[in-house]
C-alpha cells in the first residue's frame, strides 16, 4: 500500500487499534453498540467492515472488484477486507473510505 496514510489506517485494523466501540474495555459489551446503524449490534471489525449498514455502498463496491467475493463466507471475507495477499491495496482504500 502506497498511500502512508491508507497504510497506517489498514495496520490498525489489523492491530485492532482502532477507535471502534469493541475497544472501550470500559463499557460492558452490551453498550458497545455500533451508532450509525439500526440494527443494535455491538461494532466489531466484522461488523463495521461486513454488516453495518452506514458502509453497505463501499461493501458492495469492493465485492464487485473481485471475482467469487460475494460466494465468501464471514471467515475468509475478513482476511481479504483486512488486506491479505494481493489485495491490500483495495482493502486499506476501503477501510479508510469507511473510517
Known amino acids: 500500500v502506497r498511500d502512508t496514510k491508507q497504510r497506517q489506517i489498514l495496520t490498525k485494523y489489523r492491530l485492532s487499534d482502532h477507535s471502534l466501540p469493541i475497544q472501550k474495555s ?42 467469487g467475493f460475494p460466494y465468501l463466507g464471514e471467515l475468509e471475507e475478513m482476511p481479504v477486507l483486512l488486506g491479505q495477499e494481493q489485495t491490500a491495496a483495495l482493502a486499506a482504500k476501503y477501510i479508510t473510505e469507511c473510517q
Open 26 to 67: 470500559w463499557l460492558p459489551m452490551e453498550q458497545r453498540l455500533c451508532g450509525h446503524c439500526m440494527t443494535g449490534e455491538v461494532e466489531t471489525e466484522v461488523h463495521f467492515l461486513l454488516h453495518c449498514e452506514k458502509y453497505n455502498t463501499y461493501f458492495e463496491r469492493c465485492a464487485s472488484l473481485l471475482p
